[in-house]
């Protein structure tokens, strides 16, 4: 009876490791493919196209962290995925005034 439960245990374990690990990389992929919405929108209202893939994520991830700091100085709250894409578009317009601002 006990190397039954045994196997079954092992079993269980490995089905949640599994999917466990599923969901974290499908996390991972959402959350990279908004980082990127979030730089190519902020790349087409400001320039008209975006910045290839690469720039667009790291775009939006530093969009995001900008924003979120703006907008939590401002005591404004977006919830939702929305509310956060907003906050990230705002965010990213301004890192890439900034950029421009710098460069020149």
Sequence with gaps: MLPIL????LVLLVIYVLTSTAIGIVGLIV???????I???AGQLV??????ALGNILLG???GIV???IF???GLDFDGIIGR?????????IVIAIARAIRR
């Design 61 to 63: 991830l530093i969009g």
């Design 72 to 74: 939590g100085l401002l």
């Design 85 to 93: 894409i907003i906050v990230g578009v705002v965010g990213s317009v």
């Design 39 to 41: 730089g190519w929108l």
């Design 6 to 9: 045994a196997v079954i245990a």
């Design 67 to 69: 924003g979120g700091i």
């Design 47 to 52: 320039s008209g196209g975006g910045y290839g």
């Design 31 to 37: 959350t990279l493919l908004i980082w990127g919405l």
